[in-house]
């Protein structure tokens, strides 16, 4: 953990002071401080090992990669603000990697406006996959896939009685339909939904009311803090309730907010952790040399971002323009990252379309 928190500081300072003699600048507006922050710490170390990686190779048609990202606190006007400032002032080629589906959602005119390609944005809605939107391209499953593929595993388990927690935004609306279809599927309806607010939650009157219900299982569909007090009082409403989260809070930060209420929480996943994936040996490899022991599932989706992030670089050729790097990420056709292959086209920028499932053991790691 120690070694984490050096690379984490790194990666920080990294952001802050930027890259001496970078030529390819890329943006980043997210939740360094705010409710997901130690998820987002975690998928930009991710994110950075490869980066740094290709940059000490030379870069790219032999120009640096600079990421340059700024702190928004997960709130949707300061993602707005900063991505206007990335865009329009810091002359970024492309934005990378943000976080939440509401945050999302409000810079795609600014996106469109300048012809700006948005890299694997750390949100699997739906809302960014159908109908194409031209200048986001996703690496990340949906949500709503997550969501169903939860609920297809509780049903084959013998659980009927589900419960629902969401978020009141864009993203909670989005797994709730998720939910819905796969309970539809299994031809089971929710004992209870309730929802809360994504700037003030609070579950003083959601929880009792829930745990009233006796659920076998409840889904908590939500963001990093918000979820961990969820769940911590749903527990002390007395809930024995199985709890289910999507994969947005599959970093070992989560687990670690979680604290002994961890153990057996159940948490999506949009990308395999088995080492008979090529692309896992490889991050694992490269964390390690890092001194990083555990690589998170979180710590993973940034670096296997940052690998379609550097291959679309290089197709878009020297010295990269916006329009380019859109040409060279619609035209990416079938790519292979390492055992997984990823699609775009004009028509397709779902990326790929990986689900599992994981739960917490006693020791805080994600087993499959």
Request: with cysteine; net charge neutral; glycine share 10%.
């Given at each position: 953990?120690?070694?984490?928190?050096?690379?984490?500081?790194?990666?920080?300072?990294?952001?802050?002071?930027?890259?001496?003699?970078?030529?390819?600048?890329?943006?980043?507006?997210?939740?360094?401080?705010?409710?997901?922050?130690?998820?987002?710490?975690?998928?930009?170390?991710?994110?950075?090992?490869?980066?740094?990686?290709?940059?000490?190779?030379?870069?790219?048609?032999?120009?640096?990669?600079?990421?340059?990202?700024?702190?928004?606190?997960?709130?949707?006007?300061?993602?707005?603000?900063?991505?206007?400032?990335?865009?329009?002032?810091r002359g970024v080629?492309?934005?990378?990697?943000?976080?939440?589906?509401?945050?999302?959602?409000?810079?795609?005119?600014?996106?469109?406006?300048?012809?700006?390609?948005?890299?694997?944005?750390?949100?699997?809605?739906?809302?960014?996959?159908?109908?194409?939107?031209?200048?986001?391209?996703?690496?990340?499953?949906?949500?709503?896939?997550?969501?169903?593929?939860?609920?297809?595993?509780?049903?084959?388990?013998?659980?009927?009685?589900?419960?629902?927690?969401?978020?009141?935004?864009?993203?909670?609306?989005?797994?709730?339909?998720?939910?819905?279809?796969?309970?539809?599927?299994?031809?089971?309806?929710?004992?209870?939904?309730?929802?809360?607010?994504?700037?003030?939650?609070?579950?003083?009157?959601?929880?009792?009311?829930?745990?009233?219900?006796?659920?076998?299982?409840?889904?908590?569909?939500?963001?990093?803090?918000?979820?961990?007090?969820?769940?911590?009082?749903?527990?002390?409403?007395?809930?024995?309730?199985?709890?289910?989260?999507?994969?947005?809070?599959?970093?070992?930060?989560?687990?670690?907010?979680?604290?002994?209420?961890?153990?057996?929480?159940?948490?999506?996943q949009v990308l395999?952790?088995?080492?008979?994936?090529?692309?896992?040996?490889?991050?694992?490899?490269?964390?390690?040399?890092?001194?990083?022991?555990?690589?998170?599932?979180?710590?993973?989706?940034?670096?296997?971002?940052?690998?379609?992030?550097?291959?679309?670089?290089?197709?878009?050729?020297?010295?990269?323009?916006?329009?380019?790097?859109?040409?060279?990420?619609?035209?990416?056709?079938r790519y292979d990252?390492?055992?997984?292959?990823?699609?775009?086209?004009?028509?397709?920028?779902?990326?790929?379309?990986?689900?599992?499932?994981?739960?917490?053991?006693?020791?805080?790691?994600?087993?499959?």
């Amino acid at each position: 953990m120690r070694a984490l928190h050096h690379a984490l500081l790194g990666l920080c300072l990294a952001c802050v002071s930027g890259l001496a003699g970078a030529q390819i600048k890329i943006g980043q507006t997210v939740g360094v401080t705010g409710a997901v922050a130690a998820t987002v710490k975690e998928a930009s170390l991710g994110a950075q090992l490869y980066l740094d990686a290709t940059n000490a190779k030379g870069g790219v048609h032999g120009e640096k990669i600079e990421l340059i990202t700024l702190d928004d606190k997960f709130d949707t006007a300061q993602t707005l603000a900063n991505a206007r400032e990335l865009i329009e002032q810091r002359g970024v080629l492309a934005l990378f990697m943000t976080r939440g589906t509401p945050h999302t959602e409000g810079i795609i005119p600014l996106l469109d406006q300048h012809g700006v390609a948005l890299l694997a944005p750390s949100t699997g809605a739906m809302v960014l996959h159908q109908p194409v939107k031209k200048h986001v391209f996703n690496v990340r499953a949906t949500y709503q896939r997550e969501a169903e593929r939860a609920i297809a595993h509780l049903a084959a388990t013998g659980v009927t009685r589900i419960g629902v927690v969401h978020v009141d935004d864009s993203f909670g609306a989005d797994g709730l339909e998720g939910t819905q279809k796969g309970l539809a599927a299994a031809k089971l309806t929710a004992v209870a939904i309730h929802k809360f607010d994504r700037s003030k939650p609070d579950f003083s009157q959601i929880a009792p009311a829930m745990a009233k219900q006796a659920p076998q299982a409840v889904v908590v569909i939500g963001s990093g803090t918000a979820v961990v007090d969820g769940i911590k009082a749903l527990k002390a409403a007395g809930s024995g309730a199985q709890f289910v989260t999507l994969s947005n809070n599959a970093s070992g930060g989560f687990v670690k907010l979680l604290g002994d209420d961890a153990r057996g929480v159940i948490v999506s996943q949009v990308l395999p952790q088995s080492m008979n994936y090529a692309v896992v040996q490889e991050a694992t490899q490269m964390a390690r040399a890092h001194d990083i022991a555990d690589l998170s599932p979180a710590m993973l989706e940034g670096f296997v971002s940052a690998k379609v992030l550097v291959e679309a670089l290089r197709r878009a050729g020297p010295k990269p323009t916006r329009e380019k790097l859109v040409q060279a990420l619609d035209g990416m056709g079938r790519y292979d990252l390492g055992g997984l292959t990823l699609a775009f086209s004009p028509t397709d920028h779902t990326g790929l379309d990986f689900s599992d499932l994981s739960i917490i053991s006693a020791t805080g790691k994600f087993k499959r």
